[in-house]
């Protein structure tokens, strides 16, 4: 059975630095993976998706990367801003219908 | 484009009660799913359809009941309303339903649900 983790459970920065979350899953048979931010009491936003295929994939200020031989993905954020406060979830979808999700980063970026 | 529409975003219920949670898209996508999520839980799947007429169980089945009569519309039901279901349900839909896609998967905003 597929299980994702993700490395920090939270985390608070001040505004302007690079940061990195983390995705782990235990199964690397996987057929692709997707970053989503949620804010509090809204529905997940989707913010990038990786075939297995690819490496890595890039958004603006975003670019997540995939590693499935080590069962890993980092969602990389440059030059953090207020608004980028939210929380972070990564889900990773096998050969099959459903994606599996982690439990989320509760991201804090201070002024 | 509304995307994919929860109705109701707020409801109370008492333990034993029924009640339907709505969801409805408009991007004439194949594959409709229900989430829960619990705090320090993530995400689980609930049930999910791959088309009209077509339904089948996730992780968390027990409890709940869906049909799909309509590309449009995946309601789910829950027939006997007990407290371990007070969660946030999320409806989620994306375009094809194979086993071989890449599209992104579409939320609502979510139903806040609590069984007292």
């Known amino acids: 059975k597929q299980e994702v983790t993700q490395i920090p459970a939270a985390l608070s920065v001040p505004e302007g630095e690079n940061l990195v979350l983390n995705c782990s899953f235990t199964?690397?048979?996987?057929?692709?993976l997707q970053w989503f931010r949620q804010d509090p009491g809204k529905g997940l936003t989707s913010l990038l998706l990786?075939?297995?295929?690819?490496r890595e994939q890039t958004s603006g200020r975003l670019n997540a990367s995939l590693d499935k031989s080590s069962g890993r993905s980092t969602l990389y954020i440059a030059a953090s801003q207020p608004g980028d406060s939210a929380t972070y979830l990564c889900?990773?979808?096998?050969?099959?219908?459903?994606?599996?999700f982690g439990p989320g980063t509760r991201l804090s970026v201070l002024p | 484009n509304a995307g994919v529409t929860q109705t109701p975003k707020f409801q109370v219920l008492k333990t034993g009660q029924s009640m339907t949670l709505q969801c409805a898209q408009d991007m004439n996508h194949e594959y409709m799913s229900w989430y829960r999520q619990d705090p320090g839980m993530g995400l689980r799947l609930i049930h999910y359809s791959v088309g009209a007429g077509i339904t089948d169980q996730g992780e968390v089945p027990n409890g709940y009941n869906v049909s799909r009569s309509t590309t449009e519309d995946f309601p789910l039901r829950l027939l006997s309303a007990a407290p371990s279901q007070t969660s946030v349900y999320f409806c989620a839909s994306r375009l094809g339903s194979g086993f071989a896609t890449n599209e992104k998967l579409f939320f609502g905003s979510g139903t806040q649900l609590s069984v007292l």
């Open positions: 199964d690397s048979a996987i057929y692709n």
């Open positions: 889900a990773v979808r096998s050969y099959g219908q459903n994606f599996v």
């Open positions: 990786i075939q297995s295929s690819q």
